[in-house]
């Protein structure tokens, strides 16, 4: 099985698991055993749901200014986390990578495996919100009709991304690409780097 056959139904799961209460202070229920891969790809998406629908909250113009900022808070831990969790899972294909013999031929890709499945990830979510709006009854039949177009070219890109996810780990397990990973160094999440938490 190719690994974006196994991330694609357990993003979908995580949605769909999500939206039975549709509730961003919903626990998480995480289904798949802990130190898995299918654990962390489920949390992972389980974070960039619950993150979508912040964004949402947070654009509302009515809200009140307090609670935007607690909201905003919370964005930021989410932020941190989803970026945790993808180094996370950086760490698992280093360790099942690490005994194959690079060709000197080698050649480093644009960014590393799971920072292609955080976009499949978040590509999951914006399928299901589209879908959503291709199929909402009280909307008029143009936007329905502009959602479904916008629908079937997700549903392309998800296609065209799985692939080359599943080419560039093909391409590691036979050494013709290395992994090089650069750790996330948010500089405003550090009291020691960010000037108006040191200055304090």
């Known amino acids: 099985m190719k690994f974006t056959e196994k991330c694609t139904p357990i993003f979908n799961q995580a949605i769909n698991d999500y939206h039975v209460k549709d509730n961003i202070d919903t626990p998480i229920n995480n289904p798949y055993a802990e130190g898995t891969i299918e654990n962390r790809l489920y949390l992972k998406c389980w974070i960039d749901t619950v993150q979508w629908h912040f964004e949402d909250i947070i654009r509302d113009p009515e809200i009140d200014p307090a609670e935007a900022l607690v909201l905003k808070r919370r964005i930021d831990k989410s932020n941190q986390d989803r970026t945790d969790l993808v180094e996370q899972i950086d760490t698992y294909f280093r360790e099942k990578y690490a005994d194959v013999k ?8 644009t960014e590393s495996p799971a920072w292609a499945i955080d976009r ?5 979510l914006k399928i299901y919100h589209m879908r ?22 997700l549903l392309e890109q998800q296609v065209d991304l799985s692939t080359a996810i599943d080419q560039l780990l093909e391409d590691i397990e036979a050494g013709r690409k290395y992994m090089k990973v650069y750790r996330q160094m948010k500089m405003y999440n550090d009291p020691s780097t960010n000037p108006v938490l040191y200055k304090k």
């Open 132 to 153: 959503e709006q291709a199929e909402r009854n009280e909307a008029t039949p143009e936007h329905r009709a502009t959602c479904q177009a916008k629908l079937g070219v």
């Open 102 to 109: 690079v060709l000197p031929t080698a050649q480093i890709n």
């Open 120 to 124: 499949l990830s978040i590509l999951a």
